[in-house]
């Protein structure tokens, strides 16, 4: 799919947003379990039986913000140190959201009066999800300067990764936790990194 659309416009591989989309794909495809395993034996260890859902949310929110850092980094100088509590909202709202708005386009073919009502009903968890995102970004700390993330750091940042990356495929479920412990190390470490190095 990925190759059919580079062919398709391979100027899209310097676009930011394609980037980012494909690097929160690639995140959650092979973090989430990793994350999940960690938080479940560590942060929601308290809980006799914590939610699954919740924990998987969690995972996946925290799996998408791990893998597109770097880009955020570079392309736009800061990163935002609230992007895990917004995106237990924002991941949970976006699958409506999208899924809205494809059922509005194709109620515009059928009836205009129809299609106003759907995109209404997504208008307001889109008002909601920019609240969210407005909020957040309005709190004191809420973003961190990254003047130094250059191309070559953003390649070993995922250089670093790969550990985590491959645990989830091929070590076994006992050792998921280590590797998603050392990636949340090493992330943290990097964006210290970009934050003190100059510009």
């Known amino acids: 799919m990925l190759a059919a659309v580079l062919s398709w416009n391979p100027l899209l591989v310097y676009n930011p947003g394609f980037q980012l989309s494909v690097a929160a794909v690639f995140g ?26 919740f924990s998987n949310m969690l995972a996946v929110s925290l799996a998408a913000q791990l893998a597109t850092t770097p880009i955020i980094a570079a392309s736009f100088g800061e990163v935002s140190a609230v992007g895990l509590l917004t995106n237990l909202v924002a991941v949970p709202l976006s699958g409506p959201i999208l899924t809205l708005g494809l059922v509005g386009i194709l109620a515009g073919s059928v009836s ?22 407005g909020a957040g970004s309005a709190l004191p700390g809420a973003a961190v300067a990254t003047p130094g993330a250059s191309l070559p750091l953003v390649g070993l940042f995922y250089l670093g990764c790969v550990y985590a990356g491959i645990a989830g495929i091929v070590l076994p479920e006992e050792r998921w936790p280590r590797a998603a412990g050392i990636m949340l190390v090493w992330s943290s470490l990097w964006v210290v990194l970009v934050a003190v190095l100059p510009g």
Request: hydrophobic share 55%; glycine share 6%; no cysteine.
């Open 28 to 53: 959650i495809l092979l973090l989430r379990k990793p994350l999940q395993a960690l938080m479940k034996g560590t942060v929601l260890r308290r809980f006799k039986k914590p939610s699954e859902l």
């Open 112 to 133: 205009v009066s129809l299609a106003h009502v759907v995109n209404a009903s997504n208008g307001f968890l889109v008002s909601l999800l920019a609240g969210v995102a």
